[in-house]
């Protein structure tokens, strides 16, 4: 684990880091993932990759249904003219 | 009506609250609490986060809704790792709640509040959440029960996510029948939450736990000791005792780290400045980098360390080593736990390896040494199996923990054998002083 | 030049994917919102059985091979418009693999059909913030992806036409909602391919494909590289735009979707029955009616309707017949023309009157002209012999004109009278007409 990896980790889940926490990171994740290893030569099987048990052809019928109102939602957001106020897109 | 005079005090010293009523009680017939983790109007839903400051849920998670409309009154929010992302609560933005056995100890985590208030608060029922052992492992530090039911047991709806595919909803009382008594409340299909629909219902008459495997592990002294007590009083109540040994075991925790970071890094995701809580950034930024700078900002240590896991471990290159590995190794352990179960009502085990350290001692372990304290709850919480933890014993003057895991569905041998349990064992109280 | 497409279908549901928010109504900005689309803290996804039911049609209809399990995948990536920062999706078992769907006779590979959730809309303002509207998020898609086997511009607009006259008809999606489907188009001239992102609508994919075709021979020609890229189609100027560098990286870093469980496709789908689809129909038409290919799809692209009427004639009368007739004076007055049971079933009786030799194939065309069209010359020729009929019928019943002002149903007498004598060579409707219209001229 170097500290380019770490970097570029951080970056795709949108975190900045000061030089600090780069080490920290750095170091931590070394010993982490030098733990995982022990995962290599673990026993595998295919049966359930979603859940620990099973849950099946759950389905929702179609039905438009509001509960809540949607100003009610609003009431906390910041916007502008019920639109969401966003970030610069451009 | 119940009397929540003393409480704000309590909490002062012990911090178990991240939010208290200011409504009175009125008609309720009994009080309990919600780990912050779980929505509920009336209250903010912060989950330990700075992050969400501001978040005031419109609705109430499904745990929360069957426990008012069960006459219960809910006194608070209980205090947390942020987004369960710990084993000793000390990772909360609001503060860090204390060990009523010794104040300069942890309470465990990440349910630490919860487990708190329930040793401290007379007949409170508080609502945790676990994941990897966020029930246990506090309950366990604070000498009170605690129970994870199966995972999709109880409807999740309303909970702030961690790891979708394990997390879920229990409780901690210091009485074991409150176990028994409330998980009928909370449990059932939920069509807001699929992973709660089709599934067995909860057995009505508890069954009886007539066998258990004990695995043994590498343990404190103490701790050693409370549970060789702990198995003969088991035998003394007719009980089988057989140690048995697991060999997946050893895979489980760090399949479980890589599952929860990997599935956890995706539910912070949406954690950006946007549409609740934090919204105070400068959006004339781009994007990019107003996402950035305010997780940057609000997120905390081990959030940030969690979400560069588990996004490296499911990344291109690195997923198949890693995700999905973890995925097929938790396969190959709930095979190995079905085994035991054909022969074994449960499995027993130390909850934890040593009695709660104290903060001092939390604050020289590396991120590696703290995630290895969860090595004996993680297992039937990454394969969705319901456990209990039950006091059963004192080192150094601190609660030790036994827990029991049964077979997916099988929670009702676990309630039987908590209320047997207490029957036998004396429970030293902690002194609060106010 | 290879092509190849990734559409983007919104399926038509009352209510959205993963919440029962409505897809339709109050056009004001997060009115059809709620705390799963908009991604609140604590919200569940759950999934609407419709949504999956039209993705295995769909499936279906492309002749995928449909896997016995599918589950859904989160995508992860960060825009102000995607409330979780990431899109419910399929990765790796989507509803559908590899199909194919023939275009006239080329066949077209389907590489997989998967289902997943639209984000909301996002507008810029003046100030450089940016304003969402969440109504959108959690509209259903169908994302189809095609093998590079389109290879022009035309006929991917070609492709395209087809292929959502097809989808439109499984799905019983509204004619008018082009705008609504988006497609990326990749693109290449020479080895390397352009990715042109979000196109909307079947005009603007063939411009973009078209300002491509020429962009990267242009550059060939010079001697140049096409290098591999994400290109934006702006809709006013007509040209493709190289999409900025990505400033961070895309690895969307899938997991399985833990909250939703897992789906038995395969035993779904084998209980879904599709409507034939217009390519199949016309398929079976060269086959059971000896027509040629270009003569059955000129039927069927005309109106499924006029199609399933043809059938109708066919079986009445005989093939040919039908066919003469439909490729005739039905398809030419089949635009303006409100088909209903009983104006059809007049045209039958017409064409039968006709194959019994009771009257001219002139006559006959112009008689089932006039059951089109109303025109009034028409019917006015047509129904001059009638005319005469009725005349003579009135002057022999006088009584009936005082009996009909009091009563209508006086005029039953005359119709059944002139409904003997004639036996069939008018239909009905305008026996009624005319009687009626000759009495009122009288009173
Ligand atoms: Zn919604």
């Not at chain 2, 909360?92 to 942890?106: I, K, L, Q, T, W």
């Not at chain 2, 290159?317 to 709930?334: H, M, P, Q, S």
């Not at chain 3, 300002?211 to 010079?222: H, M, S, Y």
């Amino acid at each position: 684990m170097d500290r380019e990896t770490v970097i570029r980790v951080a970056r795709s889940a949108h975190l900045e880091l000061t030089e600090e926490e780069i080490e920290l990171y750095r170091r931590d994740l070394e010993e982490i993932l030098d733990y995982f290893r022990v995962l290599d030569d673990a026993p595998s099987s295919d049966d359930l990759l979603v859940n620990p048990v099973e849950v099946t052809d759950v389905l929702r019928s179609d039905e438009p249904h509001m509960e809540i109102p949607a100003d009610t939602l609003l009431e906390d957001v910041n916007t502008y003219e019920r639109y969401v106020r966003g970030p610069r897109v451009q | 009506m119940i009397d929540l005079s003393k409480l704000p005090a309590i909490n002062e010293r012990y911090r178990m609250f991240s939010e208290i009523t200011s409504e009175a009680s009125a008609d309720a017939e009994f009080a309990f609490s919600a780990k912050d983790n779980l929505t509920a109007v009336g209250f903010r839903a912060r989950a330990g986060s700075a992050i969400l400051e501001g978040y005031e849920p419109v609705f109430d998670a499904a745990c929360v809704e069957k426990m008012r409309s069960a006459g219960g009154f809910l006194v608070g929010k209980t205090n947390m790792d942020e987004f369960g992302f710990g084993s000793f609560s000390v990772n909360s933005a609001y503060g860090v709640p204390r060990n009523p056995y010794d104040a300069e100890r942890s309470c465990g985590g990440s349910s630490g509040g919860a487990a708190c208030a329930a040793a401290v608060m007379d007949g409170h029922v508080a609502l945790g959440v676990s994941t990897g052992g966020s029930i246990a492992c506090p309950a366990s530090f604070c000498g009170v029960y605690g129970m994870a039911p199966t995972y999709g047991r109880v409807s999740k709806h309303g909970l702030i996510d961690y790891g979708n595919s394990m997390d879920k909803v229990g409780i901690l009382s210091g009485d074991a029948k409150d176990l028994g008594r409330y998980l009928p409340v909370i449990s059932g299909e939920d069509r807001r939450d699929p992973t709660s629909c089709n599934h067995p219902p909860l057995a009505k008459k508890f069954r009886k736990l007539k066998s258990v495997a004990l695995v043994r592990s590498e343990t404190s002294a103490g701790v050693d000791a409370a549970i060789r007590a702990a198995e003969e009083e088991l035998r003394s109540m007719s009980v089988d005792v057989e140690a048995v040994s697991m060999d997946t075991l050893r895979y489980a925790l760090p399949a479980y780290y890589v599952l929860a970071s990997a599935e956890g890094s995706t539910n912070i995701a949406r954690y950006c400045g946007l549409r609740y809580g934090r919204q105070d950034g400068d959006l004339s930024m781009k994007f990019d980098d107003y996402f950035t700078s305010m997780r940057s900002q609000y997120l905390g240590e081990e959030t940030k360390r969690r979400v560069i896991l588990g996004t490296f471990t499911r990344m291109s290159g690195f997923r198949d080593k890693y995700y999905a590995k973890a995925l097929g190794v938790r396969n190959a352990i709930i095979s190995e736990y079905k085994k035991i179960f054909e022969r074994f009502d449960a499995v027993l085990t130390p909850t934890m390896p040593f009695i709660s350290p104290r903060f001092d001692e939390i604050s020289g372990m590396s991120a590696l040494e703290s995630y290895r304290a969860d090595v004996l709850s993680v297992p039937p919480n990454l394969s969705g199996l319901p456990h209990v933890s039950m006091p059963c014993g004192y080192s150094e003057g601190m609660p030790v923990g036994m827990m029991l895991t049964a077979d997916h569905w099988n929670d009702d041998m676990l309630l039987s054998a908590a209320e047997d349990w207490q029957d036998r064992f004396t429970a030293i109280p902690p002194e609060v002083s106010l | 030049m290879k092509i190849g497409l990734e559409v983007h279908v919104q399926l038509p549901t009352r209510s959205k994917m993963f919440c029962s928010c409505p897809t339709e109504g109050d056009a004001e900005p997060n009115t059809r919102i709620c705390p799963v689309c908009m991604g609140f803290p604590g919200s569940k996804p759950s999934l609407n059985g419709e949504a999956l039911k039209l993705g295995l049609k769909l499936a279906k209809m492309l002749e995928c091979s449909i896997p016995d399990t599918t589950w859904f995948s989160r995508k992860i990536y960060f825009y102000p418009d995607l409330a979780k920062n990431f899109q419910i999706t399929q990765q790796e078992t989507p509803v559908g693999l590899g199909g194919v769907y023939m275009l006239g006779d080329k066949p077209i590979r389907i590489t997989r059909i998967h289902l997943e959730e639209d984000p909301g809309k996002i507008k810029r303002t003046s100030d450089g913030s940016s304003l969402i509207d969440y109504n959108r998020s959690g509209i259903p898609l169908a994302e189809i992806v095609t093998e590079p086997d389109i290879s022009s511009p035309a006929e991917a607009r070609k492709f395209l036409a087809s292929l959502l006259a097809d989808i439109r008809h499984t799905i019983d999606l509204e004619p008018d909602s082009e705008r609504s489907v988006r497609c990326d188009c990749n693109i290449s001239v020479g080895k390397e391919r352009c990715e042109v992102k979000n196109v909307t609508g079947l005009k603007n994919v063939e411009r973009a494909l078209t300002f491509e075709v020429v962009r990267q021979t242009k550059i060939l020609r010079a001697g140049g590289k096409i290098e591999r890229e994400t290109r934006h189609f702006d809709e006013e100027r007509k040209v493709t735009t190289s999409a900025r560098k990505k400033e961070f990286e895309a690895d969307y870093g899938y997991i399985n979707e833990p909250d939703l469980g897992t789906y038995h496709i395969a035993r779904m789908a084998s209980e879904i029955e599709n409507k034939e689809t217009p390519m199949e129909m016309a398929v079976r038409f060269e086959n059971d009616y000896g027509m040629t290919a270009k003569a059955a799809r000129q039927i069927i692209s005309t109106d499924i309707r006029l199609a399933g009427f043809f059938e109708d004639l066919a079986a009445a009368t005989d093939t040919e017949t039908a066919k003469c007739l439909v490729s005739g004076v039905v398809s030419s007055n089949w635009k303006g023309f409100e088909p209903t049971k009983g104006s059809l079933d007049d045209i039958i009786s017409m064409v039968r009157r006709f194959k019994e030799g009771k009257i001219t194939d002139v006559e006959c065309n112009m008689r089932v002209r006039c059951i089109m069209t109303g025109d009034e010359d028409t019917c006015r020729i047509c129904s001059e012999d009638l005319d005469k009929i009725v005349g003579r019928a009135l002057d022999e019943n006088p009584s009936v004109i005082a009996d009909y002002a009091a009563n209508e149903k006086a005029a039953n007498r005359i119709i059944g009278a002139v409904m003997k004598e004639t036996g069939g060579t008018y239909s009905s409707a305008e026996i009624v007409s005319a009687v009626r219209r000759l009495i009122t001229e009288r009173l």
